[in-house]
């Protein structure tokens, strides 16, 4: 199950996108940051910098580099705040 910013590799594609779809659709927007299972950061701090679908995600960063995630590796989703997405 996934809760309160713990990982047990139950997520599924559907909450990953319900989960990141709120992050981005919060208005005003803030930024918030992906964990990942391997300790890696994402730092969304613009909407438009990160794409998802079918639990998959590509975030740009300024460098313009891409990163690619999945549902499976992602560990918590926290908003600047460090409140943790239930």
């Known amino acids: 199950m996934w809760g309160f910013g713990w990982y047990t590799g139950c997520m599924t594609a559907e909450h990953f996108d ?15 940051t992906v964990e990942l299972v391997n300790g890696a950061r994402v730092d969304v ?11 998959v995600a590509v975030f740009l960063c300024a460098e313009g580099a891409p990163a690619f995630f999945d549902h499976e590796s992602v560990a918590q989703v926290t908003d600047a705040s460090g409140q943790r997405a239930a």
Not at 20 to 31: C, E, N, V, Y
Not at 45 to 55: A, I, K, Q, S, W
């Open 18 to 32: 319900r989960i990141i779809h709120a992050f981005q659709k919060r208005a005003p927007f803030r930024s918030y």
């Open 45 to 55: 701090d613009y909407p438009e910098t990160l794409v998802f679908r079918g639990g």
